[in-house]
């Protein structure tokens, strides 16, 4: 009769841990899911939405309401859409994780508004003249963009990255170029025959930028009512 000493033995085998099939947080997957749904809904109105389009002229009139608001809601195309779904899709989650909870998800969907608010006033202020209806979710999302840039490679705990961080501020920098470019040339999937509203685009990725530094020192403040 052969004896092992106590602790020498083969491992019991662990049991398999479940992960989730979807790790998107749910916050980042209700917007994304969103855009398209919008879209199938926006196609049904008889002026395409047009009526909750953001037209900048406004501004001098009604502040630009509601479209300042309501514009963000709207796509050009199907590709629009997409295009927009899944840029957000990438750039949600690294936020949303870090505003976990119902409270989170709220202040999340706040932050995501915020920033498209300030893209299309500083479009709107750039082009006070214009009757031009401005649609599409790119400035609301180039500010989760902004903000992502900050907090890419982090822990959700350890908060964005410093706001003069040299890699960061250089991606910025390339991105604002490649987003400028674009504009100029007029050439984008889903925007045939659309002025591409890029100033609108880097106005919401700094502002985005910006602004997760002071949320994030908010949302600590407040953490026993995350979750």
């Known amino acids: 009769m052969n004896s092992q000493p106590w602790g020498t033995g083969p491992a019991a085998p662990l049991p398999p841990t479940r992960e989730p099939i979807v790790k998107v947080p749910p916050a980042a997957l209700v917007l994304a899911v969103s855009m398209p749904l919008l879209f199938?809904?926006?196609?049904?109105?008889?002026?395409?939405?047009?009526?909750?389009?953001?037209?900048?002229?406004?501004?001098?009139?009604?502040?630009g309401w509601p479209g300042i608001v309501t514009a963000m809601l709207l796509h050009g195309s199907w590709t629009h859409a997409a295009l927009n779904a899944v840029t957000s899709l990438c750039f949600a989650p690294p936020v949303a994780r870090m505003l976990p909870g119902w409270r989170g998800a709220v202040v999340f969907a706040l932050f995501y508004i915020g920033c498209g608010i300030i893209a299309s006033l500083g479009y709107g202020l750039l082009h006070l003249a214009s009757s031009d209806p401005m649609v599409?979710?790119?400035?609301?999302?180039?500010?989760?963009?902004?903000?992502?840039?900050?907090?890419?490679?982090?822990?959700?705990?350890?908060?964005?990255?410093?706001?003069?961080?040299?890699?960061?501020?250089?991606?910025?920098?390339?991105?604002?170029?490649?987003?400028?470019?674009?504009g100029l040339i007029g050439?984008?999937?889903?925007?045939?025959?659309?002025?591409i509203a890029w100033e609108a685009h880097a106005?919401?990725?700094?502002?985005?930028?910006?602004?997760?530094?002071p949320l994030f020192r908010w949302s600590r403040k407040w953490a026993p009512q995350f979750g």
């Open 187 to 195: 050439y984008a999937p889903g925007a045939e025959g659309a002025r």
């Open 203 to 213: 106005v919401g990725m700094v502002a985005g930028y910006l602004a997760i530094g």
């Open 136 to 182: 599409g979710a790119s400035g609301a999302v180039s500010g989760l963009l902004g903000a992502a840039i900050r907090l890419m490679g982090r822990p959700s705990w350890a908060g964005p990255k410093p706001l003069k961080d040299r890699r960061t501020l250089t991606m910025v920098g390339v991105l604002f170029a490649i987003n400028a470019v674009v």
């Open 40 to 63: 199938w809904l926006q196609i049904r109105l008889p002026d395409m939405g047009m009526t909750w389009a953001f037209y900048p002229v406004d501004l001098g009139r009604t502040l």
